[in-house]
């Protein structure tokens, strides 16, 4: 667990989702859900040492932010499109909430014991927009920031000028893009740049200050621009598909280095369907 302010704390994970706690005088905020069970085991002990566990946040709906819901206490907050697609299957198969032992077993062997008994769990308070909690000495907003996926939450803790970004920020590591709203995602990092961040909790990586949101667009310009090339060249999407790749833009986590090639086919794809339709409503 580090300590990024006075009252967050975050745990960074390669390949994983960074997850925080919020440390108040009315109890802890956690945000997000580690999803390998043994380390939302050690999580869970680490964050108890701040105080009783009041809320856990779910910025959004990807396994790697919910799955490990079922290890944690605390009334779990979503917007509610969020909750919505709790269940949803992906462009990877079934969602691992319904077969957890599968899941954790590729990601996590040593924890497969832990989900004998798994029960995910919902969100039990949605939001639309913004939610405000003021919890003692800590006011913590909550508010929509769509990009990386349509509905993508932040968490910010004004007092301390740190804001969550959840996935809209990919920290030194490979972005996804498989649901990206991209044109979305380049405004709401300009949001995030007029808000005088002081440190910024990405949602894969570790903390970093608020010149990460130059890298990120600097990013994502460069991926639209790569495949508006392609289309501009006259390439079918199958084409840009097989020839274009952003696998040199950033380090590629070591769980996710044998599906990389794959993946990239995969971003690849969505970037040219969202530029078309882009192309269509202007």
Not at 5 to 31: E, K, Q, Y
Not at 201 to 216: K, L, N, R, S
Not at 217 to 223: L, T
């Amino acid at each position: 667990m580090q300590q990024i302010s006075p009252h967050v704390f975050i745990d960074p994970n390669d390949g994983a989702a960074t997850v925080g706690a919020i440390r108040t005088s009315a109890g802890v905020v956690l945000v997000d859900a580690p999803n390998q069970p043994t380390r939302a085991a050690r999580w869970l002990e680490e964050v108890r040492r701040l105080g009783e566990i009041r809320y856990l946040i779910n910025t959004e709906h990807h396994p790697d932010h919910i799955f490990g819901n079922a290890f944690l206490p605390g009334t779990v907050i979503a917007h509610h499109e969020t909750k919505e697609k709790f269940w949803q299957d992906s462009h990877f198969g079934p969602s691992p909430l319904k077969d957890p032992q599968a899941y954790v077993k590729r990601i996590d062997p040593q924890g497969v014991n832990l989900v004998a008994r798994y029960v995910a769990r919902e969100p039990e308070i949605t939001f639309e927009g913004t939610l405000r909690l003021s919890l003692g000495d800590v006011v913590v907003e909550l508010f929509s920031a769509p990009g990386h996926v349509p509905i993508e939450s932040a968490v910010y803790v004004p007092g301390d000028h740190v804001l969550f970004t959840s996935d809209n920020v990919f920290h030194d590591t490979m972005i996804w893009f498989q649901e990206a709203l991209p044109f979305a995602w380049l405004e709401t990092l300009d949001r995030f740049r007029g808000m005088g961040i002081t440190v910024v909790a990405p949602g894969h990586g570790e903390a970093t200050g608020p010149q990460v949101f130059d890298i990120m667009q600097r990013d994502i310009e460069e991926a639209l621009a790569r495949v508006q090339a392609a289309i501009d060249a006259g390439m079918t999407r199958e084409q840009a598909v097989d020839r274009i790749t952003f696998i040199d833009q950033r380090p590629v986590p070591a769980a996710h280095r044998d599906r990389a090639p794959a993946l990239q086919r995969l971003f690849v794809g969505r970037l040219y369907d969202q530029i078309l339709a882009q192309r269509t409503r202007g």
